[in-house]
């Protein structure tokens, strides 16, 4: 397999904005009800991946681009993911939508605009260990293509029970 290049990378973060503007359409029922037994809606999967692209951006890339310390800290995923899920039942799928566009937007237009250099480059986290752009999409490109192919298995059920 061929290395990708920063930018590729960037541009495959980037393309699942305009698969998840494109889920609009469906109803609300699809978005709203279980993926599966014991399993998130597509609404509050939505939320989990905004909500962590919010404390990203708000803990490490908004703090890097004022030239402040990065805060972001390992979390415990299972509270987090919890308080993203309690959050979707707080808003509309349009809000989410816009919500996971607006940070996805922010980060990606952040890491377009930096040096190759500045893209590699290492800073502290909260915990004191690295952090870097690149390490970020190494990390959440893999987590994105978990969730988009849950994402389209669900949406070919709920075609082919309706069919």
């Not at 890097?64 to 039942?89: C, D, M, S, W």
């Not at 849950?150 to 069919?163: D, F, G, H, L, R």
């Amino acid at each position: 397999m061929i290395p990708k290049t920063n930018a590729q990378r960037i541009s495959e973060f980037q393309s699942f904005t305009p698969y998840i503007q494109s889920l609009e359409f469906l109803d609300k029922e699809v978005w709203e009800s279980p993926m599966g037994e014991g399993k998130w809606s597509l609404k509050e999967l939505l939320c989990h991946l905004m909500r962590w692209d919010q404390y990203f951006y708000e803990e490490a890339f908004a703090k890097i681009k004022e030239g402040q310390p990065v805060t972001a800290k390992h979390l415990n995923f299972n509270e987090f993911n919890a308080r993203a899920i309690e959050y979707a039942q707080t808003v509309t799928v349009q809000e989410a939508i816009e919500q996971f566009v607006r940070y996805r937007s922010l980060i990606v237009g952040q890491m377009s605009d930096i040096s190759e250099e500045e893209f590699l480059r290492t800073y502290r986290d909260g915990d004191g260990k690295n952090f870097s752009y690149r390490g970020h999409l190494r990390g959440f490109l893999p987590h994105d293509k978990h969730h988009k192919k849950q994402m389209e298995q669900y949406i070919q059920s709920q075609a082919v029970s309706k069919s």
